[in-house]
Each structure stands twice: as C-alpha cells, then as structure tokens.
C-alpha cells in the first residue's frame, strides 16, 4: 500500500471541508494510505511570510519535522498555499545549513528533510496510479466538459516547487479528467492568480480576476471549473454570487475539486465526496453524468 | 513622483539596496528591463509602479519611493513574475523584502488593511496553533472599525459545516509562542 503523510492544514477542516472529505474517501478506494501529520500547526500562510522570513520558514518546518515521525518517505499538502510553503522550507534549508540551524533553534523537533514534498496532484497521476484509476471507473464522466484550473502556488515557480509540468500549461488534472471519461477544455486561463489573497484587504480587485476567471471558463464551454486549491475554489465558489451582482452577470458554474469528481467516476456516494458543500449547485453537473 | 537627485539617493540609500539583495537572496542588479514581470502580474493595474519598475527604482536607490509604494502592499505573492523572469530574479521574493523593510521602516500607511489582516491571522495561529477564522475575522474587523465586513459568510459557512464556533487548540501551543517570540513582528 503506498502511504503519505498527509497535511490537510486548516482549510481542509472549514472553508475546504469537502476537499479533505473527498480526498480520503477516493485515496481510500484506490488503497492509498494518507496518515496525518500528528499536532499539525498552521503553515503560517501570506500572512507569515509577509511578516518575517524565519517565521515563514519555522511554522512549516514544525510540521515536516513532526510528519517526519510517521512510518513515509513522502508528504503531500492538498492545499497549493501550504504546498508553497513546505517548497519554500525544502528549497531554502537544503541550501543554506545555518539557516536550516537557525530555524531548528526554535523547533522541539529538529527538521532534517529526510521526508520530501510531493505535488498533491501528481499522486493521483503518475503513470501507475492513473491506470489504476481508469481501471476502477464505474460511473464515466463522459460528456462532462471541465475546464481544469491549477491556480498560482502549485506550478509557480517551477524551480522552486520542483515540479516537472509545464508552469504555464499543465497537464496533470487534464489526464486525470481525460482519464475519468471527460474532457479538459482548453483555455488560457489554468494558472492565471484568482487574487484570493486579496479577499479581504482588495475585493473589489479580486471579484476581477474572479470574474475573468469565470468568463473565459463559460466562454470556453466548460461546464465546471475543476478546482486543485481551496483556497481558489472558496474564492470562485463562495463570491461567485458577488461576482455575478457586480459585473449583472449569471454564470451558475459549479467549482468542484478534482478528487471530488475522482470518486464520481469511481462510483462513491456524492454526499460522502462533500457535493452537498458546496456553494454553487451542482446539480446541472451531476445530472449531466447521471448521478443527481 | 517629484524630481529626484539620483546620485544623491544612490549614495545614501546603498545600505539599504544591499540590504535587499541580502535579504531577499536576489541580485536584482541584473534585471535588464524587460517588463515580462509587469506584463503578466494580476495585480498590476492597481499598482502605482509596475513591478519591472519597481526593480528599476531600487537599483537607484529609491528607498522612499519604493516602501512608500502601494505595489508592495497589491502583490499577491502567486509568483507568475518569478516564473517568467528570464533574469532569474525571483521578483515575488523581492517584494516580500520590501514589505518587511516598509514595516521595519514605518512605512505603513499604504498598509494598515492589509497589516491588520496578517496581524489577526497570525494572532490566532499564535494562540491556537491554527488558524480560527471566525475569531480573525472579528479581531480584523475590530482593528478596522468596519464591524460587518464579510459578515455576509459567516451563516453560509455554518450552515453548511464550514465553520467551526471554536478553535482548536493544537497540544504544541508552547512551541508556536517560542517560534513567534523569537521572530520579528511575532508579538
């Protein structure tokens, strides 16, 4: 059985609920093991690396330190801002030893690095487990038109998150989805920022780049935005409505995460993969599958 | 911007330009104007100073015009510049520098939103060892004065279990007060 420590940091539990629910019940299926980090602490997000450079650097180096107590070689983040964060501690500590020690002064728990980051995504579609996939789909998406966004922190910048998709054309979520029975539309707006950072400090700047972000989508036919990021699916899926008052516009696009429709294709229930979470109504989408 | 004396500031602002170059790890003197940085950054039109600009103006030793700057403060971190830079200047690092200096240096009143913002945030990270949003956004909104902002999804986030009346409080709380102790804005 492949196994993960698996960080859900705090999205997972609230605004992103139905992510952290999808993901065990499909990693379930699929005989993957995901053990969580024990004691897990906020990864310090925007807010702490805005703040202090060390600060950014020892909330996530805690929690590598702790999941480095779990029987893995591996930890997986589902949340591209904590993803960007655990890159940020594994790229700067593994080359700058006193400032690895300086960060380990304040850890109970020394971080040595021996269990690395994997992109969340990739575990569901390196070249085995997508097989595996296919071969366990029940229920085919097919005829469901989905327009994969991978947001900002997962594949920017490259160097940084070590990751070998392509930065500005991705294609990791795509196979998934081709693999599932839909069909990835193409369109240029896959890792264009949503501002959710702004949210609060900018909104009217961040209800834009929702909207361009919803646009091109619609414009493009695609039938749901297929979400990597909670952060980005709150944005998109949460403020859609004041995005359509703003901007007189009605796009009723469902933002549903990737592992969500994973477990539709796989036959699981949509009440336990959190369907019911979300904001905006998929019901047009599941009725277009054959499953509402 | 007024007229500026460029040989007077680069001397007296060399510290800090080497200071950044310092901080930040990047060595923005081979930044050659490109504006790729600009032409992609989400948040450019809402800035003063594009980004490539910005760039420009510390390598001239402009420290007030650029800590001064609401750039900084519009900068969403989702590092598309840093992608891009054909430089390999990790622009997107420059500009967390920049903020931290700003507030080092009393430049803040671009900021206070966002500030307040990050204060709450990582107040409650501090206490509980996670984030507890409710109690963020309240805490932002007492610093802020506007008592209803984004009140409007609080009941639709508890209606549909995305919210929790209480925090958690992680077993480690000692840890995280020495890491935040131990750091600057920590307190």
């Excluded at chain 2, 939103?113 to 990582?122: E, G, H, Q, R």
């Amino acid at each position: 059985m492949t196994k993960y420590a698996y960080y859900p940091g705090c999205s997972l539990e609230t605004g992103g609920i139905e992510y952290g629910m999808s993901s065990q019940a499909v990693a379930k299926a699929l005989g993957i093991e995901l053990l969580e980090v024990p004691d897990w602490n906020c990864c310090g997000a925007s807010s702490a690396h805005m703040t202090d450079h060390l600060l950014s650097l020892a909330l996530p180096a805690r929690i590598l330190a702790l999941a480095e107590t779990l029987p893995v070689t591996e930890i997986v983040a589902p949340c591209a801002a904590c993803h960007a964060r655990f890159a940020a501690v594994e790229y700067e500590l593994g080359r700058d030893e006193e400032l690895k020690q300086k960060v380990n002064s304040l850890l109970e728990r020394p971080y040595t690095g021996k269990v690395k980051l994997r992109y969340y995504i990739d575990i569901f579609s390196n070249p085995e487990t997508l097989s595996e996939i296919e071969k366990k789909v029940k229920k085919s998406l097919k005829g469901l038109k989905v327009a994969c966004y991978y947001g900002c922190l997962f594949v920017k910048p490259p160097k940084i998150v070590n990751f070998v998709d392509d930065p500005e054309d991705p294609q990791a979520m795509d196979n998934i989805m081709r693999a599932l029975g839909a069909e990835p539309i193409q369109w240029p707006y896959k890792t264009e920022c949503c501002g959710a950072s702004l949210g609060v400090t900018l909104e009217d700047h961040c209800t834009k780049l929702c909207n361009d972000i919803l646009r091109f989508a619609r414009d493009s036919g695609a039938d749901c935005i297929v979400a990597a990021c909670p952060l980005c699916q709150a944005n998109l899926d949460m403020r859609q409505v004041t995005v359509e008052k703003k901007y007189g516009v009605s796009y009723r696009m469902p933002i549903p995460f990737f592992t969500q429709l994973i477990g539709l294709a796989l036959g699981l229930d949509p009440k336990t993969l959190g369907f019911p979470k979300l904001f905006v109504d998929p019901v047009s989408m599941l009725k277009k599958v054959g499953v509402a | 911007m007024g007229e500026v004396n460029l040989s007077q500031v680069m001397d007296r602002n060399q510290s800090f330009v080497d200071r950044v170059i310092e901080e930040s790890g990047q060595d923005i003197r081979q930044c050659y104007q490109c504006a790729k940085c600009s032409g992609g950054c989400p948040g450019s039109s809402e800035m003063d100073y594009p980004p490539n600009q910005i760039i420009r103006m510390l390598m001239l030793g402009m420290k007030e015009e650029v800590l001064n700057s609401r750039t900084i403060w519009v900068c969403m971190g989702c590092n598309t510049c840093t992608t891009r830079c054909i430089r390999d200047i990790q622009v997107a690092a420059v500009m967390d520098t920049l903020r931290q200096e700003a507030v080092r240096a009393g430049y803040v009143d671009k900021a206070q939103t966002v500030l307040n913002f990050n204060d709450s945030f990582l107040w409650t990270v501090r206490t509980f060892g996670r984030l507890f949003e409710p109690g963020m956004a309240m805490l932002n909104n007492l610093k802020t004065g506007n008592y209803m902002k984004d009140m409007q999804f609080g009941l639709p986030l508890m209606l549909k279990g995305k919210a929790s009346m209480f925090p958690h409080r992680i077993k480690g709380r000692r840890e995280m007060k020495k890491i935040f102790d131990n750091v600057q804005g920590g307190k």
